[in-house]
Nanobody, 116 residues
Framework: QVQLVESGGGLVQPGGSLRLSCQAS????????MGWHRRLPGNKLQYLAS????????NYGDVAKGRFTLSTDSAKNTVDLQLSALTPQDTGVYLC?????????WGQGTQVTVST
């Protein structure tokens, strides 16, 4: 059974950083396609970053390039997303996603709020 559980969200000031983590079970973060999206106010879903396989480079969406960094920890079976230089426009629910045998699986998300 595939399960994804995100953590690490919270309230942060503009310019700050956060590290999000996705604990995966039922998938292997070294082998299977893993990624992060976010749902913005207004319910817009936005792609952030993904990686597929141990020899695959990490891909980033335009909004994430230069500010967000995806990494995997095979020992913990986690996929982390380091957020930096945050602005209020980064406020949203951050979601972990995997695709396994053609099926998409999503976590419940973790809320990130950027505000003074």
């Amino acid at each position: 059974q595939v399960q994804l559980v995100e953590s690490g969200g919270g309230l942060v000031q503009p310019g700050g950083s956060l590290r999000l983590s996705c604990q995966a079970s039922g998938v292997d973060v070294r082998r299977d396609a893993m990624g992060w999206h976010r749902r913005l106010p207004g319910n817009k879903l936005q792609y952030l970053a993904s990686v597929f396989g141990p020899d695959s480079s990490t891909n980033y969406g335009d909004v994430a390039k230069g500010r967000f960094t995806l990494s995997t920890d095979s020992a913990k079976n986690t996929v982390d997303l380091q957020l930096s230089a945050l602005t209020p426009q980064d406020t949203g629910v951050y979601l972990c996603k995997t695709v396994l045998r053609g099926e998409q699986y999503w976590g419940q998300g973790t809320q990130v709020t950027v505000s003074t």
